[in-house]
């Protein structure tokens, strides 16, 4: 790992195609970006991965798709437009706005530096209202989603008694949310859009201590397991008054930002105050019946809840890496294989006819089983370091012997060390380094 500024970072996303801020040719709308085409593929995997270890390897998560746009009941039943709130202040001197709990100084305005000039805080509701319908009027209210979880315990009934689970079991959700944030910031980690990676795990009450812990640990080995450095990952447990209002215990798994350590994922026990709540107000009996025992209850809830855009920044910057090689700086994103946008680039040694046209051929066949990209320009050197700077990992050349010996050289991005492959068995080359 090589430390990393947020410019470096923001910087690199930008010159490359990851990230493009929203709206730029009006310039720009804050705290909103665009994903380009090796930030769509990066984003798309990070999330591809957390399904695969969420619902596809097992057996006792399944999966929803539920509306951004639900009845306002719901998030009256489960407490969003009462308490969904952050302490907002304003700078009497210069009008900035604030939200308290994230000032350095909460006696000091950031932007004129005047001190003692806040208001007193006032609680802000962070959801995005609007109307359902022609008429703008409190009976056609309703919110953007704040978080994914609330359309998982209005559909609890729904999932348990169609796919005829038992506890303990998950169900598991991606999708878009909206929080109307008083400060976002730090390029793409608070953002007012974004999209969030959450599970619901219903279990027996007396068994949430122990499934508490297994996701926590659960949650911690996934960042591992795609390649994140231990040293810049931790558990933290809130403190008494960080809990939300539905959570019982809360710990975060964070990540050691350029500005310091911050939130990547939350894990939360969230007790059976949702389905009680949703129970209440809507009049439908949300307990679950256990036959063997005879007897009705609201299970608990372990909630892991990531966010897909910052889970995605931090691969992004642990990541990066600079090595001088030959008296030059090399730049590389030591992606992991399965995180990394294009899986192969394949590139021509020279734009002559005699080598573009087997390199378009091996080409087509390899997008058959990944993202890769057909690179023809500038040298061959610079196309390499191009290609580690987006982390691509294996860089597969078609040179002028190729056209006699029918093998391509593979390129290496972290070694970058050389193996001459034979055509016919480069896709099972590729397929044992890949997986």
């Given at each position: 790992m090589?430390?990393?500024?947020?410019?470096?970072?923001?910087?690199?996303?930008?010159?490359?195609g990851?990230?493009?801020?929203?709206?730029?040719?009006?310039g720009?709308?804050?705290s909103?970006?665009?994903?380009?085409?090796l930030?769509?593929?990066?984003l798309?995997?990070?999330?591809?991965?957390?399904?695969?270890?969420?619902?596809?390897?097992?057996?006792?998560?399944?999966?929803l798709?539920s509306a951004?746009?639900?009845?306002?009941?719901?998030?009256?039943?489960?407490g969003?437009?009462?308490?969904?709130?952050?302490?907002?202040?304003?700078?009497?001197?210069?009008?900035?706005?604030?939200?308290?709990?994230k000032?350095?100084?909460?006696?000091?305005?950031?932007t004129?530096?005047?001190?003692?000039t806040f208001?007193?805080?006032?609680?802000?509701?962070?959801?995005?209202?609007?109307h359902?319908?022609?008429?703008?009027s409190?009976?056609?209210l309703i919110?953007?989603?704040?978080?994914?979880?609330?359309?998982?315990?209005?559909?609890?009934e729904?999932?348990?008694?169609?796919?005829?689970?038992?506890?303990?079991?998950?169900?598991?959700?991606?999708?878009?949310?909206f929080?109307n944030?008083?400060t976002?910031?730090q390029?793409?980690?608070?953002?007012?859009e974004?999209?969030?990676?959450?599970?619901?795990?219903?279990?027996?009450?007396e068994?949430?201590?122990e499934w508490?812990?297994?996701w926590?640990?659960?949650?911690?080995q996934?960042?591992?397991?795609?390649?994140?450095?231990?040293?810049?990952?931790?558990?933290?447990?809130?403190?008494?008054?960080?809990?939300?209002?539905?959570?019982?215990?809360?710990?975060?798994?964070?990540?050691?930002?350029?500005?310091g350590?911050?939130?990547?994922?939350?894990i939360?026990?969230?007790?059976?105050?949702d389905?009680?709540?949703?129970s209440?107000?809507?009049?439908?009996?949300?307990?679950?019946?256990?036959?063997?025992?005879?007897?009705?209850?609201?299970?608990?809830?372990?909630?892991?809840?990531?966010?897909?855009?910052?889970?995605?920044?931090?691969?992004l910057?642990?990541?990066?890496?600079?090595?001088t090689?030959?008296?030059?700086?090399?730049?590389v994103?030591?992606?992991?294989?399965?995180?990394?946008?294009?899986k192969v680039?394949?590139?021509?040694?020279s734009?002559?006819?005699?080598?573009?046209e087997?390199?378009?051929?091996?080409?087509?066949e390899?997008?058959?089983?990944?993202?890769?990209?057909?690179?023809v320009?500038?040298s061959?050197?610079?196309?390499?370091?191009?290609?580690?700077?987006?982390?691509?990992?294996?860089?597969?050349?078609?040179?002028?012997?190729?056209?006699?010996?029918?093998?391509?050289?593979?390129?290496?991005?972290d070694?970058?060390s050389?193996?001459?492959?034979?055509?016919?068995?480069?896709?099972?080359?590729?397929?044992?380094?890949l997986?």
């Amino acid at each position: 790992m090589t430390d990393v500024t947020l410019d470096t970072i923001s910087n690199l996303a930008r010159k490359r195609g990851f990230v493009f801020p929203a709206s730029e040719i009006y310039g720009g709308l804050r705290s909103a970006y665009d994903y380009g085409p090796l930030g769509v593929e990066l984003l798309r995997n990070v999330k591809d991965e957390w399904w695969r270890s969420m619902v596809q390897e097992r057996g006792d998560v399944v999966g929803l798709d539920s509306a951004i746009l639900q009845a306002r009941e719901v998030w009256q039943a489960s407490g969003h437009e009462e308490v969904f709130t952050d302490p907002l202040v304003e700078c009497r001197e210069c009008n900035s706005r604030f939200r308290l709990d994230k000032l350095d100084d909460p006696n000091q305005c950031p932007t004129c530096g005047k001190r003692d000039t806040f208001t007193d805080p006032q609680q802000f509701n962070l959801m995005f209202r609007t109307h359902m319908g022609p008429v703008d009027s409190d009976d056609n209210l309703i919110y953007l989603r704040p978080e994914t979880a609330q359309g998982i315990f209005t559909n609890f009934e729904n999932v348990r008694r169609t796919s005829r689970l038992k506890l303990p079991f998950g169900i598991a959700q991606l999708g878009k949310s909206f929080r109307n944030e008083i400060t976002p910031g730090q390029f793409v980690f608070r953002t007012r859009e974004f999209e969030q990676m959450e599970m619901e795990f219903f279990c027996r009450p007396e068994e949430s201590p122990e499934w508490f812990q297994y996701w926590q640990e659960e949650r911690f080995q996934w960042y591992l397991d795609l390649g994140m450095t231990e040293s810049s990952l931790r558990i933290r447990p809130h403190d008494e008054d960080e809990l939300s209002h539905y959570s019982s215990e809360t710990v975060d798994v964070e990540y050691l930002f350029p500005w310091g350590w911050d939130e990547l994922e939350g894990i939360a026990n969230r007790t059976d105050f949702d389905l009680r709540q949703h129970s209440e107000h809507s009049g439908e009996d949300l307990r679950y019946f256990d036959q063997e025992a005879n007897e009705k209850f609201f299970p608990h809830v372990i909630e892991p809840a990531a966010g897909a855009n910052r889970t995605t920044f931090a691969f992004l910057i642990d990541a990066y890496y600079e090595e001088t090689v030959n008296d030059e700086i090399r730049t590389v994103l030591k992606l992991h294989h399965r995180l990394a946008p294009y899986k192969v680039a394949v590139l021509p040694l020279s734009k002559k006819a005699e080598l573009i046209e087997p390199a378009e051929k091996l080409a087509a066949e390899l997008r058959k089983r990944w993202i890769i990209e057909l690179d023809v320009t500038q040298s061959i050197g610079r196309r390499y370091r191009r290609q580690d700077e987006i982390g691509t990992p294996f860089c597969v050349t078609v040179d002028f012997d190729s056209l006699d010996d029918g093998a391509v050289t593979v390129r290496d991005r972290d070694t970058m060390s050389q193996d001459r492959i034979s055509m016919e068995g480069l896709i099972g080359y590729l397929d044992q380094k890949l997986g």
